[in-house]
């Protein structure tokens, strides 16, 4: 309800011309509204779906699915810009960017429909038939587990520092730097999200065959790589090498978000385990999704080089490896008797 009502209420924020610098105050705290409803609804949805999960061996495939929640929400979004963008024209940027805010009323009424009727998983219920519910996680966790919480936020840096670039900087990056027309960034980023729709659930299944913490090396590995071949491609100026390397962006990416659901959510205990993935997941945005764009747009007003941003990607890389490769891998591994 958080999310929703938040996001609804983006459309009829007044412009600067009404009320000044209020109007970027109120889009801030809408903002942070939405932020908080999602910090909720990750953690909860994730959690949902690998405790009700019968299997061992699946874990990573069955998490991969809230996950692929993203790209949808991505190629919806980009997909509904991309049709009021041409339609409304000019007028775009006045009122037409509005109305697809207005249009996510309607998933609010879906998400709850949804989210009413499940069920609590069997490995909370037998929390609370034991008496074993920690009735101060957050504090608990910190506690006893802020190595994973650290170790959770790092790990998403290459992932999600890159992902805000991909998705957010290149329509600037595009529009300013390389000349490129609005629309035709929109539709090269709904070619990315509609791979990300194989490429999240395939990843996380080959966590599954091959290992969760070897899975997200190898993504890592491969965004440290891609950044200098993403903003190569970018700056030939072809439009066909520029729409392959958006849309080709979706892969090392899914490397590590298909299966991050599960590599971050099994580092916690049963007792802590919402609160615990939440954190370390959520951390990531403060460190890592928020500040890249901005980021970005320093190095390259600094070096007037692509390759700066590329360079900046590939520290994110490196200090990922170094993390996943601290962490546990729960792979296939019963995380309801050992961790209760």
Request: glycine share 10%.
């Amino acid at each position: 309800m958080l999310m929703g009502i938040a996001t609804f209420l983006v459309a009829l924020v007044p412009t600067y011309d009404s009320i000044g610098i209020w109007g970027a105050v109120i889009l801030t705290f809408l903002r942070f509204i939405e932020g908080v409803g999602v910090g909720g609804e990750w953690g909860g949805a994730v959690l949902l779906t690998i405790e009700w999960c019968r299997s061992h061996q699946h874990r990573g495939f069955v998490a991969s699915w809230p996950q692929f929640g993203s790209p949808c929400g991505n190629f919806l979004a980009f997909l509904v810009i991309l049709i009021f963008s041409r339609t409304s024209g000019d007028a775009f940027l006045t009122c037409g960017w509005r109305l697809p805010f207005v249009l996510s009323l309607v998933l609010v009424i879906v998400g709850l429909y949804i989210r009413l009727g499940i069920m609590e998983t069997p490995v909370f219920a037998k929390l609370v038939l034991e008496k074993k519910i920690e009735h101060t996680p957050i504090l608990h966790v910190i506690k006893t587990q802020p190595k994973e919480i650290v170790l959770s936020a790092l790990v998403r840096l290459a992932q999600q520092a890159p992902g805000y670039l991909f998705s957010v900087f290149i329509l600037s990056y595009g529009t300013e730097i390389l000349k490129v027309p609005r629309d035709f960034l929109l539709a090269a980023l709904v070619a990315q999200s509609a791979i990300t729709f194989v490429t999240t659930l395939l990843f996380g299944y080959l966590s599954d065959r091959i290992g969760r913490r070897k899975m997200y090396l190898i993504g890592a590995a491969s965004m440290g790589v891609f950044g200098f071949i993403y903003f190569g491609l970018l700056n030939t100026g072809s439009l066909l090498l520029i729409f392959v390397a958006i849309a080709l962006g979706a892969i090392p990416h899914d490397m590590m978000y298909g299966p991050q659901a599960a590599f971050i959510a099994e580092s916690f205990t049963g007792r802590v385990r919402y609160s615990g993935a939440s954190l370390g997941y959520h951390l990531a945005s403060v460190i890592a999704g928020g500040p890249a764009p901005l980021i970005a747009t320093s190095l390259y007003a600094e070096f007037q080089s692509a390759y700066a941003i590329a360079a900046y990607i590939l520290v994110c890389a490196v200090i990922t490896i170094i993390s996943a490769a601290l962490m546990n891998d729960y792979t296939g591994k019963n995380i309801e008797g050992e961790f209760q």
